[in-house]
């Protein structure tokens, strides 16, 4: 299987090139699952970033935004900020993670002084109109999925595993089937191709930047390319601290809706 170069994509935008990883001992499918879903994100972050959305004509439209994550007893809670442009200023996006795995995910519109709640009908939409779905946006049990490893790929000397992921029966999902390249040193899944249930291949997100911010991986430029609708995401982190001083009530419906 051929994948894109990433050192192309580093010289189209003017990006770092990845860091070489050694390998690692070759596990199965499952226990390679587990280790991506907890490998260290540390206990919390607060981040800055922009995001550009790119159309089939190659206009951008610029967005600034912040996030602020935290994990406790091994569940997450996120809050989404957009900042800039005034059109979208304002606009917030919560997800809480619940017992049983469970996920709660509110989006907050200024305009309208008014919190929508994310059903799952909803979770294939576009999340503001990017590239990425209300799924795209939340983790998923590791249990809800198949996993098979079938071979080691290379890019720019990053030795992956190539790891393919399908939904359970039962489990609802946009998706039929993915197909990972994850670092074998890093952990962290830098090419995914998106297949429907008919096995048509939707979307391919890339990891364009990956650097070690406070001795943890971080994904500082990333891109999703819907090729259905030739469009583009880019997100750039600008700035990022991790362990930081935060807590849950950082994170609440109250602040989504008072800020």
Request: net charge neutral; with cysteine.
């Amino acid at each position: 299987m051929k994948y894109f170069i990433l050192i192309l994509w580093a010289v189209m935008f003017g990006i770092t090139c990845l860091p070489v990883y050694a390998g690692s001992e070759d596990i199965t499918g499952i226990q390679l699952a587990n280790d991506i879903f907890h490998r260290d994100r540390g206990n919390n972050s607060v981040l800055e970033a922009q995001m550009v959305l790119v159309n089939k004509n190659g206009n951008k439209r610029v967005r600034q935004f912040t996030n602020k994550r935290i994990r406790e007893n091994e569940r997450e809670r996120q809050l989404i900020r957009f900042t800039y442009p005034a059109d979208i200023a304002g606009t917030g996006f919560l997800t809480i993670e619940k017992p049983g795995w469970e996920t709660e995910q509110f989006l907050f519109l200024p305009a309208l002084r008014r919190t929508r709640r994310i059903v799952t009908s909803q979770k294939s939409h576009r999340f503001v109109n990017s590239d990425f779905t209300y799924e795209d946006m939340e983790r998923h049990p590791v249990d809800d999925y198949t996993y098979k490893i079938t071979g080691t790929e290379t890019i720019e000397k990053i030795v992956c595993h190539v790891l393919e992921t399908r939904p359970k029966q039962g489990v609802q999902s946009q998706y039929g089937l993915t197909q990972s390249l994850v670092g074998k040193s890093s952990l962290v899944p830098i090419f995914v191709k998106y297949f429907d249930h008919k096995e048509n291949h939707i979307k391919t997100y890339k990891v364009l930047k990956l650097e070690k911010i406070q001795h943890i991986w971080t994904e500082l430029i990333i891109s999703m390319e819907d090729h259905e609708r030739d469009h583009q995401t880019y997100i750039k982190t600008e700035n990022i601290v991790y362990n930081t001083d935060i807590d849950t009530q950082d994170i609440s419906r109250n602040r989504l809706e008072n800020y």
